[in-house]
Structures are given as C-alpha cells and as structure tokens.
C-alpha cells in the first residue's frame, strides 16, 4: 500500500549512518516477541541531532533512536538510556508518546552506542515546508495551535513523581544551572566571533527570575515534533523526541515552543529558517500562546520575555554545536554548514527581546 503525500516520509539512510542490519536483524528477534525478517531499514530526513530510523520487519514498522556520529560537544541530549526510561515512565501516565520496547546498552551493541527501539507511531508531522496533498486552511492551524497550547498544559500536569521521573532532574535552581550550562556549552563549541551571544549570555546571567513550581517539561515542544492523527486532524496522537525532557520550570518549556514559533510578521531572516509552519495564516500569536497558556493552566505568565531569550540563546547554542560537529569533520551532513548563520539570526532575535522586552 503506498503512502499518502501527507504522511511521514522517509529516505535511504544517508552515507556514513548506516546501521549494522544483520546483527540488527538477529538482535530485534531475539528481544522482540513477533518480530520475523528481513529487517529493512530507512531514515528519516528530519532533525538534526540524534538520529531516527524506521525498521521494517514483516507487517511491524519500528523507530531506532542512536545519538549522532561524532557526537562530543554534549553528551546529555545523547543519552539513549535517559530517554528510554522517560518514556516508560510516562506511558501509564501521558500516553500521547511511542511505546518503548527495547534499550540497547554500548557494551552490548557493536555499532559503537548505544540506541532504544520503540513502536512507530504513524501520522501527519508538520516539518518545514506543507505536505503535499494535505490543505492547511486557517481554521485548521488555528485550531491545531490551540491544541498545541492545551496538550502542553496536559503535560505539565503530570505527576512526575508518581511516574517514577524524579531522577531525570533537580528543579531547585534550575533556571541558574540553565543559563551557566549553555553558555558553558557556547564556549566549548564557539568557532565564530558573533557579539550577541556574549551579550545575551550576560544579560541572562544577571536576569534570573523566581521560578515556578517545578513540573516536568520536554523542552523541545514544537508541531515537527508533534505526530497528528490523519483521521482527526488537527487533534495530536503523539509528542516525540523527549531526549531533552526533565523536571523544571514550566515556563522554560513554552519559552522554548516560542523560539521556534515564527510570525508571519518577524524578520525575513528568521522566516528563513526550517522551524516549521506557525507562520500560515490561523496560527496564534507567540502572545496569543501565552495567553492562552496562561487561562488554560493558571500560572503567572508575565516573566515570560526571560524564558524566550533563555530559549533563543539555547537554540542557536544547538546550532552552533551542530556546526562545530559539520566544522571539525565528524558529520558529513551537508544541511549543518548553514547552522552558523542560524546562530547569528537566533541570538539577534535574543539582542532584539531583550532591548523592547517582549517576545514580539
């Protein structure tokens, strides 16, 4: 049966990730119950930092999940085991992620990492250009980004205690460790000399707000990593990628769903960049989020100008990452020579949030 335009697509995986298939193969087989070859493998296209593949065995579709190649300049969104354990822990309690099946330990995987398997969660993903086939009407992401505001409030009301998550982080001086940390990870992986990446991390260090009760959040919220059912669209089947999940401040995580929120209004050079489809006509407003945001969850929203800039700086810290890899040679993935301009677009959008002091 071939695959709607609409769906997730996938491609042949790309030169230097491929995946050791036979022992692959024989190793699902012997972990999985049901599982029968041939084992096929393919990748997805998106994201740019751990990778995602699809398995194919028999009627089974799987996703693998392994860290980068070359991956040095941060180990903490790598760790395979971490997310494995965050998403059997939140199964009982949020089900909108995939069901973990499998963790493989370095020690026991010859492909030189370690990666978990979990069941493939089929649907609409929303990346940075519109499906093909699929209308994306102004009601339709009006509603969609409405959804996407409710289904966070749902997340920040589990009880991540009772779900066994309280080790994946320590909320007391979160925000602190935060800023500390990514500028840190800044200057370990900084190859150009960009003024407002210095300027923003010093804004950020004598800014810090009282924080919110801790809850736990993804902290990488955004429609690509949103899986949509076909049959019901707009409503969300699933939330994917939980690698950078912990347990903190709440409005860190909507800050961060703001960074990569783009208004059909914002700079050209921040439209140019691949964040996504919030700028279509019917999307709410980075304000209009918080408000919403703010009346669904009751919390006080008003420090949020803060966790944007927070958020701004550690997305263009990412992309610098992701560029020192491309700079020194450990990936050959073409799409990762750009991300230095992404750094200088992102930490100007800091520069200009901190002068007006809104997240417009």
Request: proline share 7%; glycine share 8%.
């Amino acid at each position: 049966m071939s695959t709607p335009d609409w769906m997730d697509r996938t491609r042949a995986v790309r030169p230097g990730e491929e995946l050791d298939v036979a022992w692959l193969e024989k190793y699902l087989a012997e972990k999985v119950p049901g599982l029968t070859g041939p084992l096929v493998v393919e990748q997805f296209p998106g994201g740019h930092s751990n990778l995602t593949y699809l398995l194919r065995m028999g009627e089974k579709e799987l996703v693998l999940r392994r860290p980068p190649f070359g991956a040095k300049a941060i180990k903490a969104g790598h760790d395979m085991g971490r997310e494995y354990r965050i998403l059997s822990g939140l199964l009982p309690v949020f089900p909108k992620v995939p069901r973990p099946l499998v963790f493989c330990g370095e020690n026991e995987s010859p492909m030189g990492a370690t990666f978990y398997v979990m069941e493939r969660v089929s649907g609409v993903i929303l990346r940075a250009k519109p499906p093909k086939g699929l209308e994306l009407t102004p009601e339709l992401m009006r509603k969609l980004s409405e959804n996407f505001v409710d289904n966070l409030v749902d997340l920040h009301t589990v009880d991540w205690r009772a779900a066994g998550l309280g080790e994946i982080g320590k909320p007391e001086g979160y925000l602190g460790r935060q800023v500390a940390g990514w500028t840190e990870r800044y200057g370990k992986a900084k190859t150009d000399d960009i003024p407002e990446m210095e300027q923003v991390a010093k804004w950020l260090a004598g800014h810090l707000p009282a924080e919110l009760a801790p809850t736990l959040i993804h902290n990488d919220y955004k429609y690509d990593n949103l899986v949509l059912d076909p049959e019901r669209l707009p409503s969300i089947r699933a939330v994917l990628d939980w690698e950078m999940a912990t347990i903190g401040d709440p409005l860190s995580d909507l800050g961060m769903a703001l960074a990569y929120w783009v208004e059909a209004a914002d700079p050209e050079e921040r439209l140019a960049l691949p964040f996504g489809l919030t700028m279509l006509p019917g999307n709410l407003t980075r304000e209009e989020l918080v408000a919403r945001y703010a009346q669904k969850s009751g919390r006080d929203t008003r420090g949020i100008a803060f966790h944007y800039v927070l958020s701004l700086f550690k997305v263009a810290v990412i992309a610098q990452q992701i560029y020192f890899r491309f700079k020194q040679g450990l990936t050959k993935d073409e799409r990762f020579a750009a991300m230095i301009a992404a750094v200088r677009v992102l930490s100007r959008a800091a520069a200009r949030a901190i002068e007006t002091g809104s997240i417009r």
